[in-house]
C-alpha cells in the first residue's frame, strides 16, 4: 500500500470523486482503474480533470488514484476536478494562493431543478393547443 500525500474529496451534480495523491509520481491520473480519456471518452473532459495540477505546477510530483460514482460524464469530471484540487491543498497547504482565486476550490452548486407538478419538466409547460 502506498503512502498518500494528501486526499481530497470532489462534488459536482450528483457525482462524488474520492482521490489520492501518490507522491514522486509522474502525473499519472487514474479514474476507476482507468486513464481520464478512457474513462471520461472526451478530450475536453480529460483536460478538465487536469487543471488543478496545471494550476500549481505539480504534473510531475504526484499520482492521482480517483474513485468517483454516480451522475453523468460531465459531472464526474468536476467531481474529479475538484477532489484533485481538495487533494493538492491537503498535500501542500501553499497551494491553496493558487487554485483559491482559480476557482478550482468552490463546489458548483447547479443542480438540476425538481419536476414541479402541472409541468412536463422543471418549466417546460404543457404544449399549448388552440382547437
Known sequence: ????????????KSAV??????PNGSGRITINEQSPLQYLRRQHLAVIVTEPFE???????????????GGGLSGQAGAV???IANALVDANPDHRAVLGPAGLLTRDPRVKERKHAGKRKARRGKQFSKR
Open 81 to 83: 476536478r475538484h477532489g
Open 17 to 22: 470523486a474520492k482521490v489520492w495523491l501518490i
Open 1 to 12: 500500500m502506498p503512502e498518500y500525500a494528501g486526499y481530497g474529496t470532489g462534488r459536482r
Open 55 to 69: 494550476a500549481t505546477g505539480t504534473a510531475d510530483q504526484y499520482d492521482a488514484r480517483c474513485i468517483v460514482l
